[in-house]
T-cell receptor, first 114, second 114 residues
C-alpha cells in the first residue's frame, strides 16, 4: 500500500520569499503524484501532477514540483510567495494497482507574513 | 474549472435527525468519492463508487450510507446524526479509465450536529 508523509505541519514565510513544501511517499512502483491546495472552507484545487516524463512539473499559480525517485520525494516550490498563497497544501499519491485511488498526506498549513 | 457541486455548504442540525448531503458532477465521471475531513486535518476516504449501482466503503469506517442511481449524482445519508458526525464532508470525482487521473473536488459541506 502507498503512503505519504508531509513532515511540516506549519510553515511561515515572508511575502516575496521562496517556498519549499516537503512530501515523501512510499510506493513500490512508479507513483502518480499530486499537489492540491485548500483555502479555508473550500474544497481542494489541483496545483500540479506528475505522471511520467520530465521530473520537473509546472503547475498553476507559479508553483512547480520535482519528482526525485532516489529520495522518494515530490517537493513543491515557489520562487516568490504572495499573501494569497496562504492555505493548506496536500500532497497525494495514486497507484495503478489500487484503482488509481489517492492517498493524501496530513497537509502543510502555510502562513504568509506581510 | 471543475463542475462538481455540493449542497448544502453549511448545515447545523440536532441529534437524531436524518440528513442527506448532495453531490453532483457534470463532467460525466464514472468514479466518485466521499471524504471526511476534520478542521486542519487530513482527508479520510469513507465511500467511493466506480459507476451506477456501485458503492464501496473506504478506509475510514463511517455510519453514513451512499447511493449511485445516476452517474452524475452521489448523495450521502446519515440516518441519525450525532455530535461525533460533526466534520467537513468533501465529494470528488475522477475519470475511471486510464492512468494518473486526478480527482476533482467540490466545495465541501460543513456539518455541525448539536
Amino acid at each position: 500500500a502507498q503512503s505519504v508523509t508531509q513532515p511540516d505541519i506549519h510553515i511561515t514565510v515572508s511575502e516575496g520569499a521562496s517556498l519549499e513544501l516537503r512530501c515523501n511517499y512510499s510506493y513500490g512502483a512508479t507513483p502518480y503524484l499530486f499537489w492540491y491546495v485548500q483555502s479555508p472552507g473550500q474544497g481542494l484545487q489541483l496545483l500540479l501532477k506528475y505522471f511520467s516524463g520530465d521530473t520537473l512539473v509546472q503547475g498553476i499559480k507559479g508553483f512547480e514540483a520535482e519528482f526525485k525517485r532516489s529520495q522518494s520525494s515530490f517537493n513543491l516550490r515557489k520562487p516568490s510567495v504572495h499573501w494569497s498563497d496562504a492555505a493548506e497544501y496536500f500532497c497525494a499519491v495514486g497507484a495503478q494497482d489500487a484503482g488509481n485511488m489517492l492517498t493524501f498526506g496530513g497537509g502543510t498549513r502555510l502562513m504568509v507574513k506581510p | 474549472e471543475a463542475d462538481i457541486y455540493q449542497t448544502p455548504r453549511y448545515l447545523v442540525i440536532g441529534t437524531g435527525k436524518k440528513i442527506t448531503l448532495e453531490c453532483s458532477q457534470t463532467m460525466g465521471h464514472d468514479k466518485m468519492y466521499w471524504y471526511q475531513q476534520d478542521p486542519g486535518m487530513e482527508l479520510h476516504l469513507i465511500h467511493y463508487s466506480y459507476g451506477v449501482n456501485s458503492t464501496e466503503k473506504g478506509d475510514l469506517s463511517s455510519e453514513s450510507t451512499v447511493s449511485r442511481i445516476r452517474t452524475e449524482h452521489f448523495p450521502l445519508t446519515l440516518e441519525s446524526a450525532r455530535p461525533s458526525h460533526t466534520s467537513q464532508y468533501l465529494c470528488a470525482s475522477s475519470v475511471h479509465r486510464g492512468l494518473g487521473n486526478e480527482q476533482f473536488f467540490g466545495p465541501g459541506t460543513r456539518l455541525t450536529v448539536l
